[in-house]
T-cell receptor
Framework: DQQVKQNSPSLSVQEGRISILNCDYT??????FLWYKKYPAEGPTFLIS?????DKNEDGRFTVFLNKSAKHLSLHIVPSQPGDSAVYFC????????????????FGKGTKLSVIP | DSGVTQTPKHLITATGQRVTLRCSPR?????VYWYQQSLDQGLQFLIQ???????AKGNILERFSAQQFPDLHSELNLSSLELGDSALYFC??????????????FGPGTRLLVL
């Protein structure tokens, strides 16, 4: 059962335009969400995060929006640059104390973003 | 460069065999995490060690095992390999066991191909 879903395996965007990557989750216990970026032959690197007490977090060209009622988050990249071409993973963490489940990240399958010059 | 090293980078083996993947965490990091990225399942958490002790277990098969040594490097052992075990295996490290995921750094991965 996929608790974190990224339904678009790929996305192509023109340079300078907005890229919107989407992520849905099913577990209402998730309270912290992250986006990772992964280039070929490298491990994922942290990009931006958001706590469930917020609905938006911004860092430069990257903004993450969280809609708790819809169990949906999105990553906006504005403006998109060719160097943003990578696979983007959405990940979620569960709250609720110190149990082992609190220390696991659940990832989506990723969305491959291609920014066309 | 995240500071996390993984060896080997690539591994090709046959079904039924056993392999060992190695991870050296960033200097000062006591926690090591193992993840598997397969084509159909995406990135999945396998297991976490903190200072030599197992802390959390995810979707790790019984044929797989891991350990963390006193020098804090970790090994992931995969046995009775099946075709479906072909995947990228990532190691990540962090200082402690908190949920400060932003300070979890991933290595470049080991690509395993089982023929």
């Amino acid at each position: 059962d996929q608790q974190v879903k990224q339904n678009s395996p790929s996305l192509s965007v023109q340079e300078g335009r907005i890229s919107i990557l989407n992520c849905d989750y099913t577990n209402s216990m998730f309270d912290y969400f992250l986006w990772y970026k992964k280039y070929p032959a490298e491990g994922p690197t942290f990009l931006i995060s958001i706590s469930s007490i917020k609905d938006k977090n911004e860092d430069g060209r990257f903004t993450v929006f969280l809609n708790k009622s819809a169990k949906h988050l999105s990553l906006h990249i504005v403006p998109s640059q060719p160097g943003d071409s990578a696979v983007y993973f959405c990940a979620a963490s569960r709250g609720g104390g110190t149990g082992a489940g609190s220390y696991q990240l659940t990832f989506g399958k990723g969305t491959k973003l291609s920014v066309i010059p | 460069d995240s500071g996390v090293t993984q060896t080997p980078k690539h591994l090709i083996t046959a079904t039924g065999q056993r392999v060992t993947l190695r991870c050296s965490p960033r200097s000062g990091d006591l926690s090591v995490y193992w993840y598997q990225q397969s084509l159909d399942q995406g990135l999945q958490f396998l297991i976490q060690y903190y200072n030599g002790e197992e802390r959390a277990k995810g979707n790790i098969l019984e044929r797989f095992s891991a350990q963390q040594f006193p020098d804090l490097h970790s090994e992931l052992n995969l046995s009775s390999l099946e075709l479906g075990d072909s995947a990228l295996y990532f190691c990540a490290s962090s200082v402690g066991v908190s949920r400060k995921w932003e300070t979890q750094y991933f290595g470049p991965g080991t690509r395993l191909l089982v023929l």
